[in-house]
């Protein structure tokens, strides 16, 4: 049986928030309780997989969904992204996001771990 659009959404829900709470887990260095650590993601879902194993994403690649999942990064700030790397023809390293409204040293610092550019991907931008 296939899986209902309405199940599907509430699918990437849950996982959305139990890589909210593995995040926060890793970043006051508790180990993962097992059960999290195994979260169920689907496999349509690469930017979950790659956040919950610790690993980062391709920023130049990210859908406005895939950068709320983001610590801190509502609709309005994702949208923003997509606007400065649309204005810049992709963005050539992680850092460019501090001329993004809303982005400060602090916000940075905390996003970063998350994303990352590759040079040779600047052709790649989707929106």
Do not use: Y
Request: aromatic share 2%.
């Amino acid at each position: 049986m296939q899986a209902t659009p309405s199940q599907s959404a509430a699918g990437l829900i849950v996982a959305a928030l139990a890589l909210c709470a593995l995040a926060q887990l890793r970043m006051a260095s508790h180990p993962a309780p097992a059960e999290l650590a195994r979260a169920p993601i689907p496999a349509s879902a690469p930017v979950l997989r790659a956040l919950r194993d610790g690993e980062s994403f391709e920023l130049n690649r990210a859908t406005q969904q895939d950068l709320q999942l983001l610590p801190g990064v509502g609709p309005k700030l994702a949208e923003r992204i997509l606007q400065e790397r649309a204005r810049r023809g992709g963005f050539r390293r992680v850092e460019e996001l501090l001329e993004v409204q809303g982005v400060g040293p602090a916000k940075l610092e905390r996003l970063a771990r998350f994303v990352r550019v590759e040079a040779t991907d600047r052709t790649a931008v989707r929106r």
